[in-house]
């Protein structure tokens, strides 16, 4: 049975600069499900990134 937590985490990336991101973790698997509050600036920066390229740092 596969444990599941919540976490969040702002996302430094070099292109759109800091992204505010809530996670669901599922342990058995590698995997991050990462999504922004609707319609809030974190949202259309997380958009941006799938354009931009991966991030420069990670912060918890």
């Not at 991101?21 to 991050?32: I, P, Q, T, Y």
């Not at 809030?40 to 931009?52: C, G, H, P, V, Y």
């Amino acid at each position: 049975m596969a444990a599941h937590r919540e976490d969040h985490k702002t996302i430094g990336h070099s292109s759109v600069g800091p992204v505010t991101v809530d996670c669901d973790v599922v342990a058995d698997g590698d995997s991050e499900l990462m999504a922004a509050v609707p319609g809030s600036e974190d949202e259309t920066k997380l958009r941006l990134t799938a354009i931009a390229g991966p991030p420069a740092t990670t912060h918890n």
